[in-house]
């Protein structure tokens, strides 16, 4: 089946630094999203993003579906921006689940 | 609000006891998740549906089983066959697999513990 591979698995951070986390898959996907993964553990969506460039305040995303990755940019980071993110995509072979890569976990100082 | 609402937040299993974890959404999606996530990794996929009344296992179904009686609602149940149960349990909705929009959404997650 497809791989999701997250880079890089940790990352520690500055509190107002900038930052760029990427997302590998090996095969087409349907849909790509990006979550994270709040201290509680609760998902959040941050981006539903299968191709293109998206912008949300701080975060912004860009999926290049031929060339088979995703990056996630966060910019002037906050403490509370600290937690896992995750990549997930849908396959056509996945009939809408989601396959998830193992996460990055990010952690912002003061 | 919509949403999808996971019950209870924590359980706590006996050893050999079946418990069940709620799962409902009013975001009138046809398609039903259900992850699981051990300490520092990424999700694994339980058991899905994908219409009322049909649903497919997922990667790691043994030990568990579901329902889809309703479209809001899918239940899980994790029995006694399952023999490492602590984790955390996630809940997931979206549209269908072949529709325009299929963006998942979460719930807040039950947190399971074997005493």
């Known amino acids: 089946g497809i791989q999701v591979e997250q880079s890089p698995p940790d990352l520690i951070l500055q509190e107002g630094a900038n930052s760029t986390l990427r997302c590998n898959f090996s095969?087409?996907?349907?849909?790509l999203q990006w979550f994270h993964q709040n201290p509680w553990g609760q998902l959040i969506n941050l981006f539903y993003i299968p191709s293109g460039t998206k912008q949300n305040g701080r975060l912004s995303a860009t999926t290049v579906a031929t060339e088979r990755y995703s990056l996630l940019y966060i910019s002037s980071s906050q403490t509370t921006d600290s937690g896992v993110y995750f990549c997930?995509?849908?396959?056509?072979?996945?009939?809408?689940?989601?396959?998830f890569g193992k996460g990055t976990k990010l952690s912002v100082k003061p | 609000d919509g949403g999808i609402t996971q019950s209870p937040k924590y359980l706590f299993r006996k050893e050999g006891q079946n418990v069940t974890l709620s799962c409902e959404q009013n975001l009138n999606h046809d398609a039903m998740y259900w992850y699981r996530q051990d300490p520092g990794q990424g999700l694994r996929l339980i058991y899905y549906?994908?219409?009322?009344?049909?649903?497919q296992k997922g990667d790691i179904a043994e030990g568990y089983s579901v329902s889809r009686e309703k479209k809001e609602s899918f239940p899980l149940t994790v029995t006694s066959a399952q023999k490492n149960p602590t984790a955390f349990y996630l809940c997931?909705?979206?549209?269908?697999?072949?529709?325009?929009?299929?963006?998942?959404?979460f719930g807040q997650g039950t947190r399971l513990t074997v005493v």
């Open positions: 549906s994908q219409i009322v009344n049909d649903f």
């Open positions: 997930a995509v849908t396959t056509g072979g996945s009939q809408g689940n989601l396959i």
């Open positions: 997931a909705s979206s549209g269908r697999a072949a529709g325009a929009n299929t963006e998942a959404f």
């Open positions: 095969d087409s996907v349907n849909n």
